[in-house]
């Protein structure tokens, strides 16, 4: 049931924008976003809970449609430093545990 | 700097041989997970520990098992190691029962090569 992200990867110019998504065959309780660089730990961006509740961080928001259980990332005036591999990370309704199951990334790069 | 801690940051040992890996949560949380990341791949939940007691179990390998103890640290002990268990080994924490919220908070990880 590992969520499944598009694009795989994606490359920008430094103030150009970018969508990515994330989309389960299961019925979500929450979407959780992050960013990793490469060799380093995950970073938590924000969490969408089931509602459609869209959440903002800066240049970086995020939206949930209950109805297609897909989240979307949006990344908005990109800068270098967005440059990472994206994560969705979801936890299912009746789920018994706080289990988080992530996806397979989307690696973005943002070029000058 | 997520408040979890992880050692050592890198391991280097050979085939056949056994290792420990520490984490300790971020003060307060209860729930200690486990996640196994090969190059540019995804992250494998392996295990959950809450409170001591095993919570959930993922994609983990009988060679493979963890404990949390009672000050809330918890290891992952990897044994027979062959190559492909080479990897980028991290830890997460978060509070649980969760509120609406509560998410993970990933260690730094510990880099494990195996030769």
């Known amino acids: 049931q590992q969520p499944v992200q598009s694009p795989q990867a994606v490359i920008l110019r430094e103030g150009e924008d970018a969508v990515i998504n994330c989309s389960s065959s299961k019925a979500l309780y929450s979407v959780h976003w992050y960013r990793q660089k490469h060799g380093e730990a995950p970073v938590f961006l924000m969490i969408?809970?089931?509602?459609?509740e869209q959440k903002g961080h800066e240049k970086i928001s995020a939206s949930f449609n209950e109805k297609k259980q897909q989240s979307s990332l949006y990344l908005t005036a990109s800068q270098l430093s967005y440059s990472g591999t994206y994560f969705c990370?979801?936890?299912?309704?009746?789920?018994?545990?706080?289990?988080?199951?992530f996806g397979k990334g989307t690696k973005l790069s943002v070029i000058p | 700097d997520s408040g979890v801690t992880q050692t050592p940051k890198h391991l280097i040992t050979a085939t056949g041989q056994r290792v420990t890996l520490r984490c300790s949560p971020r003060s307060g949380d209860l729930s200690v997970y486990w996640y196994q990341q090969s190059l540019d791949q995804g992250l494998q939940f392996l295990i959950q520990?809450?409170?001591?007691?095993?919570?959930a179990k993922g994609n983990i390998l009988e060679r493979f098992s963890a404990q949390q103890f009672p000050d809330l640290h918890s290891e992952l002990n990897l044994s027979s190691l062959e190559l492909g268990d080479s990897a980028l080994y991290f830890c997460a924490s978060s509070v649980e029962p969760a509120g609406d919220l509560e998410t993970q908070y990933f260690g730094p990880g510990t880099r494990l090569l195996v030769l």
């Open positions: 990370g979801t936890r299912r309704i009746g789920a018994g545990s706080y289990q988080l199951t």
């Open positions: 520990y809450y409170n001591g007691e095993e919570r």
């Open positions: 969408l809970l089931k509602g459609g």
